[in-house]
């Protein structure tokens, strides 16, 4: 199967700060999303993504669609405590059907 | 609009009993994945079908997973016998597949304890 590196695997940063991941592939993807994990719940969708080079926030998260179509990443801005929580990302090439590989996760610890 | 509903949300057998995990996908979505989750190995996709018929269970550990999807509002994933190293959070997911706007929702999970 397709290998999705997510990087870092773990951070540990102050409130306030500014937060960045990214998510490397071997082949080209046509979707990208983003997911958050909380404990004991299920990831949640926070971005979706397209097209290469699209740029798309929710909030005061930030996600880009690389131009290779072999990345992606994931910026938050002024980092609070309910970001704590593991991040994922995802890639689909859409002659895999309706398959989404998984990155293996950033977690993030937000000190207060 | 309801999400992704899984039961039992949580679960705790003894090795060799027969587990069954149940998932209710979003109305509407004709995709629909299973997943298991482990600190060891992170998130790996077990099967995955498309309007009720599987399409990829390469996934699936061994013989002793079955999954079945009887219709578009239920599918179920069974594991027997049992045995420890099948302790897990299992996902359920679905979708609606298309060139765009197929994202994949996740259910709860139901957390899967073999004694």
């Known amino acids: 199967g397709q290998q999705l590196n997510q990087s870092p695997q773990s951070m540990f940063i102050q409130e306030g700060e500014d937060v960045s991941m990214n998510c490397t592939s071997s082949s080209i993807f046509n979707t990208w999303l983003w997911y958050k994990q909380d404990p004991g719940e299920g990831p949640v969708l926070l971005i979706a993504l397209y097209k290469a080079g699209e740029l798309t926030s929710n909030g005061r998260l930030t996600a880009q669609f690389g131009i290779t179509r072999k990345d992606s990443f994931l910026n938050i801005s002024a980092s609070i405590p309910s970001d704590v929580g593991i991040y994922f990302c995802?890639?689909?090439?859409?002659?895999?059907?309706?398959?989404?590989?998984f990155g293996t996760g950033t977690s993030l610890t937000v000190i207060p | 609009d309801a999400g992704v509903i899984q039961s039992p949300r949580h679960e705790v057998t003894e090795m060799g009993q027969e587990v069954t995990l149940r998932c209710k996908p979003i109305?509407?979505?004709?995709?629909l994945f299973w997943y298991r989750q482990t600190m060891m190995r992170g998130l790996e996709l077990l099967i995955y079908?498309?309007?009720?018929?599987?399409?990829?269970d390469s996934g699936m550990p061994e013989d002793r997973f079955s999954a079945k999807m009887p219709n578009a509002s239920f599918s179920t994933l069974k594991i027997q016998p049992s045995e420890p190293r099948d302790s897990a959070v299992y996902f359920c997911?679905?979708?609606?597949?298309?060139?765009?706007?197929?994202?994949?929702?996740f259910g709860p999970g139901t957390r899967l304890t073999v004694l």
């Open positions: 995802a890639g689909q090439h859409r002659n895999d059907g309706n398959q989404f590989y």
């Open positions: 109305s509407g979505h004709n995709s």
């Open positions: 997911a679905s979708s609606r597949p298309g060139y765009t706007y197929n994202e994949q929702f």
């Open positions: 079908f498309n309007n009720n018929v599987p399409i990829d």
